[in-house]
């Protein structure tokens, strides 16, 4: 049975393929096999829809990008509709804690990336933190902002 999250509940497609379960990621248009991290960030991008009202049009999920000649991918980031980055989210499984260690990992991302916001989430604890980029810090916030267009 998966673990139940830190979010609202969600209706979300399952199948059973050779005794791995997949779960349906509606951003790729596709089963996905469901692995802790995969359960977060299934959770995470609901959240981002239902919650935070961000259109399906604007997120991308598990994307490749370079950092310091190193590919890496990242979990899900939101667009801005002039193709900037708005947020990106860094999922952990459940048991793995969020640390000092994790937050560089996302700031590393976001020196690439140049997001407005962050979050960092393993399902049951979510932080979010908000860029200023003339001091070169995040500041923490309570939540991420709904959408606005």
Not at 76 to 97: M, Q, R, W, Y
Request: charged share 25%.
């Amino acid at each position: 049975m998966v673990q139940k999250l830190n979010f609202p509940t969600y209706s979300f497609r399952f199948k059973n393929n050779e005794n791995k379960v997949s779960i349906f990621d509606g951003i790729r248009k596709k089963f996905v096999v469901l692995q802790p991290e995969e359960w977060v960030r299934q959770h995470c991008v609901q959240y981002l829809i239902h919650e935070k009202k961000y259109p399906n049009s604007l997120i991308n999920v598990e994307k490749e990008l370079t950092v310091n000649d190193l590919k890496k991918r990242y979990d899900i980031v939101i667009f801005n509709t002039d193709g900037s980055i708005h947020l990106i989210v860094e999922c952990k499984a459940p048991k793995v804690a969020i640390n000092q260690t994790t937050f560089d990992q996302i700031a590393r991302y976001n020196l690439v990336l140049n997001a407005s916001y962050l979050m960092v989430t393993n399902g049951l604890n979510h932080y979010y933190c908000q860029m200023d980029f003339e001091n070169e810090r995040y500041n923490f916030l309570k939540d991420i902002p709904e959408y606005s267009k």
